[in-house]
Nanobody, 128 residues
Framework: QMRLVESGGGLVEAGDSLRLSCAVVGHRNSDYAMGWFRQVPGKEREFVGGIGWSPGTQKYPDDMKGRCTIWRDKTNNAGTLVMNGLKPEDTAVYYC?????????????????????WGQGIQVTVSS
């Protein structure tokens, strides 16, 4: 059974960078789509960025472009999210998610419903 273990996060200052890791455990195959999401209590879950099943396929929402970079480490079967220029409004619980199924291109990396496996969530707090 696949499970995702997140690490990183914590308390950071505005303007700093953040690095979150997501280890994929119990799944030998390193081909999958990985998405990163975040959620603030009382608000909807928000897509932060993701990497598709096909190599080199990435997607970020407009407000994350240039600030966020995601990559997949096939050797260690893990994913990494780096976010620069942190702002207090980036404070949230961050989740990684994995979809091991190869889906048509019409299914977006940002589509949360496609992800069967989710990390435990990790708190990121950005102080002003």
């Amino acid at each position: 059974q696949m499970r995702l273990v997140e690490s990183g996060g914590g308390l950071v200052e505005a303007g700093d960078s953040l690095r979150l890791s997501c280890a994929v455990v119990g799944h030998r195959n390193s081909d999958y789509a990985m998405g990163w999401f975040r959620q603030v209590p009382g608000k909807e879950r928000e897509f932060v960025g993701g990497i598709g099943w096909s190599p080199g396929t990435q997607k970020y929402p407009d407000d994350m472009k240039g600030r966020c970079t995601i990559w997949r480490d096939k050797t260690n079967n893990a994913g990494t999210l780096v976010m620069n220029g942190l702002k207090p409004e980036d404070t949230a619980v961050y989740y990684c998610a994995v979809d091991p199924m190869r889906r048509p291109d019409t299914v977006g990396i940002e589509d949360a419903w496609r992800y069967n496996y989710w990390g435990q969530g990790i708190q990121v707090t950005v102080s002003s």
